[in-house]
């Protein structure tokens, strides 16, 4: 008797269909990951005469990827390794890669809805426009932003087994993050602190996001803060790789 051993895109296309169930069967959580960048731009609408329309949504996109890798990415991980979910599926004749893939790119959809969620609420509340080509790159920038956060909750879960544990440790990651960077970037904070929020992960996405909203505003500034997201990303997918177990055991 010969086993038939399913092709990559069939595998693919099941752990996909799969994945994106579980994500609606989880939909609250979703709901909820859309909900808050939303709420941050419409009650800064005041913010938007002052500060400017790109400024307010690339804060809040940066505080909808902090959500989805942070809280969504990581404790969904946190949860089937505990339940032996990875267990299970690592037995079956399917590449460990595309069991991970799966799962990111369920995260990337997630990604592109908060985006569109934050400009859209932008555009009908706060009335801000932006022309098309600094939509498209912003979208594209999500991504890259969204990568560092992802590559983040890994090394959370990679460091730590318990998921109860994960899912506190992101929390507090989450809060820190966003008070941080957010009033870093207002300048509550001192100038400073204001200087070392501009480079870390926070303050990087948020640059890329806001200049490629308005593409006459990219500059060399820009640019490097784009070499230090990858950075960034490069470092914890490594460390986040190498930490990882596929059981809570």
Same mark, same amino acid.
């Given at each position: 008797?010969?086993?038939?051993?399913?092709?990559?895109?069939?595998?693919?296309?099941?752990?996909?269909?799969?994945?994106?169930?579980?994500?609606?069967?989880?939909?609250?959580?979703?709901?909820?990951?859309?909900?808050?960048?939303?709420?941050?731009?419409?009650?800064?609408?005041?913010?938007?005469?002052?500060?400017?329309?790109?400024?307010?949504?690339?804060?809040?996109?940066?505080?909808?990827?902090?959500?989805?890798?942070?809280?969504?990415?990581?404790?969904?991980?946190?949860?089937?390794?505990?339940?032996?979910?990875?267990?299970?599926?690592?037995?079956?004749?399917?590449? #460990?890669? $595309?069991?991970?893939?799966?799962?990111?790119?369920?995260?990337?959809?997630?990604? /592109? *809805? %908060? +985006?569109? =969620?934050?400009?859209?609420?932008?555009?009908?509340?706060?009335?801000?426009?932006?022309?098309?080509?600094?939509?498209?790159?912003?979208?594209?920038?999500?991504?890259?932003?969204?990568?560092?956060?992802?590559?983040?909750?890994?090394?959370?879960?990679?460091?730590?087994?318990?998921?109860?544990?994960?899912?506190?440790?992101?929390?507090?990651?989450?809060?820190?993050?966003?008070?941080?960077?957010?009033?870093?970037?207002?300048?509550?904070?001192?100038?400073?602190?204001?200087?070392?929020?501009?480079?870390?992960?926070?303050?990087?996405?948020?640059?890329?996001? #806001?200049? $490629?909203?308005?593409?006459?505003?990219?500059?060399?500034?820009?640019?490097?803060? /784009? *070499? %230090? +997201?990858? =950075?960034?990303?490069?470092?914890?997918?490594?460390?986040?790789?190498?930490?990882?177990?596929?059981?809570?055991?």
């Amino acid at each position: 008797m010969q086993t038939k051993i399913p092709s990559t895109s069939n595998v693919m296309t099941t752990l996909l269909r799969a994945d994106f169930i579980t994500q609606w069967r989880n939909r609250r959580s979703v709901i909820m990951v859309l909900l808050v960048p939303v709420i941050i731009v419409i009650s800064w609408k005041s913010l938007v005469a002052r500060l400017g329309g790109p400024f307010v949504l690339s804060n809040c996109i940066t505080v909808g990827l902090t959500a989805i890798g942070l809280m969504g990415y990581t404790n969904s991980i946190a949860r089937d390794r505990d339940k032996g979910i990875f267990q299970r599926l690592r037995v079956a004749p399917v590449p #460990s890669w $595309s069991i991970m893939m799966s799962r990111l790119v369920v995260q990337l959809v997630m990604i /592109l *809805l %908060v +985006t569109l =969620g934050v400009f859209f609420a932008g555009y009908y509340f706060d009335k801000i426009s932006m022309p098309m080509q600094g939509y498209s790159l912003a979208f594209i920038c999500a991504l890259v932003g969204g990568a560092v956060y992802l590559s983040l909750g890994q090394v959370i879960v990679g460091l730590i087994q318990n998921p109860e544990t994960v899912s506190s440790t992101t929390r507090l990651v989450y809060f820190a993050f966003i008070m941080v960077g957010m009033f870093g970037e207002l300048g509550v904070l001192g100038k400073e602190i204001g200087e070392i929020v501009k480079w870390s992960p926070y303050g990087a996405v948020k640059r890329i996001i #806001s200049d $490629s909203l308005q593409p006459g505003a990219w500059n060399i500034h820009s640019s490097i803060a /784009l *070499l %230090v +997201t990858f =950075g960034y990303t490069m470092i914890f997918s490594v460390l986040g790789i190498n930490w990882f177990k596929w059981n809570s055991r």
